[in-house]
């Protein structure tokens, strides 16, 4: 299985701080990676797929990029509504795995 | 709008089973899979696999062969996830989801998850 590494596990940052989460696969996914947030007692959320496409309704502060093993999930602007934590998720191969999560708190 | 509302809260005894339920609304049910996810503390997000709810037929991650069983009943848009010969370790919320293309997607509708609790 492919496994999904991100970084930092807890990230504390300021309202209006650009932020950036790390994901990174164990291998190749060939930018078969998505974006998810979950908020406390809430379902995960779409925010990225494949890389850098705006889930629909998504605000735009959110972006993605990334190639090979390394990903990245910015915030370019933090607001409180964006507390809660960030997991990745790639489909290149099966089974489809999930990153470990970074829980994102303001400061 | 698109919904997958899923089934109660079980608390269940170690040795038994569970099946939850997944009901789907707001599109045309056999046009998309239905996946299964199961979310712990400890070991995070796990894929268990999916249903073609058109034909009935499923793939599962490996480690949760003989574990989950997953139908479908296509008169009701509803899909189930029996759970079988519990331990303590199946003690999870489980989320049912749904894959924007067949097999391997980003998930773009997600059930409000379902808390099985294994104890004696």
């Known amino acids: 299985d492919i496994q999904m590494t991100q970084s930092p596990s807890l990230l504390s940052a300021s309202v209006g701080d650009r932020v950036t989460l790390s994901c990174k696969a164990s291998q190749n996914i060939y930018k078969y990676l998505n974006w998810y947030q979950q908020k406390l007692g809430e379902a995960p959320k779409l925010l990225i797929y494949?890389?850098?496409s705006l889930q629909t309704g998504i605000p735009s502060r959110f972006s993605g990029s990334g190639s090979g093993t390394d990903y990245t999930l910015t915030i370019s602007s933090l607001q409180p509504e964006d507390v809660a934590t960030y997991f990745c998720q790639q489909y290149n191969s099966w089974p489809l795995t999930f990153g470990s999560g970074t829980k994102l708190e303001i400061k | 709008q698109v919904q997958l509302q899923q089934s109660g809260a079980e608390l269940a005894k170690p040795g038994s089973s569970v099946k939850i339920s997944c009901k789907a609304s707001g599109y045309t049910f056999t046009s998309y899979y239905i996946s299964w996810i199961k979310q712990t503390t400890g070991q995070g997000l796990e894929y268990i696999g999916y249903i073609n709810t058109g034909s009935g037929g499923t793939n599962y991650n490996e480690k949760f062969k003989g574990k989950a069983t997953l139908t479908v009943d296509k008169s009701s848009s509803t899909a189930f996830m029996q759970l079988s010969s519990l331990t303590p370790d199946d003690s999870a919320v489980y989320y049912c989801a749904r894959p924007y293309r067949p097999v391997q997607s980003h998930f773009d509708y997600w059930g409000q998850g379902v808390m099985v609790t294994v104890s004696s």
């Open positions: 494949y890389t850098n």
